[in-house]
């Protein structure tokens, strides 16, 4: 695990995450537009943070970004910008906006207990649906259409591959595998891997103590049985959260790996004009 130098809060990360750790990685815009937007979704009007080339020539392969437990903080608006650098339109929809604010919490515990359980799976589901409708209509091409998430987000990645059958191409960053099963969670990974639609590229940590190597396993066997297009990466030296550059758990090494080994797999499954 890297240790990283900690430093006071900076402004547009979540209060429960303080402080922000020196590594933090922030990215230009000089080269991308980049901003919020509303995106009609099931009734209601769905905060988003979009970025995407300035230079863009046609409709752009999409990325739909989904967030860690923190919501559409700073970091996950960096990914968009990083993501627009290489040529998409990344879209971060703000996926608890009905249930409430994380930026009220000021603990984890607290943020996942009065908010983050409250989400029902379906309700997020659908509204990716929206947002990748939204991209269509927005510089997005329908036929490209990709998805990342983190911590969180990465249990939904998986989870989306298996709903949308448009969806080309999923990579899972240190999503949960396995779980209690809930009204709002009624599945898991190691459920819909004989539903997945899309190749899904799962990228772990083996020091992860929230989500133990056995259940990475466990997901692996049942890819298999499924004979589902599918990958997971564990790094050795990397915990949870380790792309996460403003947390204490980032591991530079892996993450970098990882950044790379997503963009070869979209590169591979759907994002380049077919």
């Given at each position: 695990?890297?240790?990283?130098t900690?430093?006071?809060?900076?402004p547009?990360?979540?209060?429960?995450?303080?402080?922000?750790?020196?590594?933090?990685?922030?990215?230009?815009?000089?080269?991308?537009?980049?901003g919020?937007?509303?995106?009609?979704?099931?009734?209601?009007?769905m905060?988003?943070?979009?970025?995407?080339?300035?230079?863009?020539?046609?409709?752009?392969?999409?990325?739909?970004?989904?967030?860690?437990?923190?919501?559409?903080?700073?970091?996950?608006?960096?990914?968009?910008r990083?993501?627009?650098?290489?040529?998409y339109?990344?879209?971060?929809?703000?996926?608890?906006?009905?249930?409430?604010?994380?930026?009220?919490?000021?603990?984890?515990?607290?943020?996942?207990?009065?908010?983050?359980?409250?989400?029902?799976?379906?309700?997020?589901?659908?509204?990716?649906?929206h947002?990748?409708?939204?991209?269509?209509?927005?510089?997005?091409?329908?036929?490209?259409?990709?998805?990342?998430?983190?911590?969180?987000?990465?249990?939904?990645?998986?989870?989306?591959?298996?709903?949308?059958?448009?969806?080309?191409?999923?990579?899972?960053?240190?999503?949960?595998?396995?779980g209690?099963?809930?009204?709002?969670?009624?599945?898991?990974?190691?459920?819909?891997a004989?539903?997945?639609?899309?190749?899904?590229?799962?990228?772990?940590?083996?020091?992860?103590?929230?989500?133990?190597?056995?259940?990475?396993?466990?997901?692996?066997?049942?890819?298999?049985?499924?004979?589902?297009?599918?990958?997971i990466?564990?790094?050795?030296?990397?915990?949870?959260?380790?792309?996460?550059?403003y947390?204490?758990?980032?591991?530079?090494?892996?993450?970098?790996?990882?950044?790379?080994?997503?963009?070869?797999?979209?590169?591979?499954?759907?994002a380049?004009?077919?």
């Amino acid at each position: 695990m890297t240790s990283n130098t900690i430093t006071d809060n900076k402004p547009g990360f979540a209060p429960s995450v303080s402080p922000v750790a020196s590594t933090v990685v922030q990215t230009p815009e000089d080269a991308i537009l980049a901003g919020e937007t509303s995106i009609p979704s099931q009734g209601d009007n769905m905060p988003a943070y979009h970025a995407r080339p300035k230079n863009a020539d046609g409709p752009l392969p999409v990325v739909i970004v989904v967030q860690e437990i923190f919501g559409v903080h700073e970091h996950i608006r960096d990914i968009c910008r990083r993501l627009a650098l290489e040529g998409y339109l990344a879209v971060a929809p703000e996926l608890y906006f009905r249930q409430g604010d994380p930026n009220d919490y000021d603990d984890i515990s607290s943020l996942l207990s009065n908010l983050v359980s409250k989400v029902p799976d379906a309700q997020v589901l659908a509204d990716l649906d929206h947002v990748a409708n939204w991209a269509a209509r927005n510089g997005g091409d329908a036929h490209r259409l990709l998805l990342t998430g983190f911590c969180w987000g990465g249990r939904i990645s998986w989870l989306y591959a298996a709903h949308n059958p448009q969806l080309k191409a999923a990579v899972a960053w240190y999503g949960k595998l396995l779980g209690d099963k809930t009204l709002n969670s009624p599945k898991h990974p190691v459920d819909v891997a004989t539903d997945l639609n899309a190749p899904v590229l799962g990228l772990y940590g083996a020091q992860d103590t929230g989500i133990p190597l056995d259940t990475v396993e466990t997901m692996r066997q049942a890819l298999r049985a499924a004979n589902a297009t599918a990958e997971i990466v564990v790094y050795p030296e990397a915990g949870h959260a380790f792309n996460a550059d403003y947390r204490p758990s980032y591991h530079a090494e892996s993450a970098k790996d990882g950044w790379q080994r997503m963009l070869a797999w979209f590169a591979r499954y759907g994002a380049k004009k077919g």
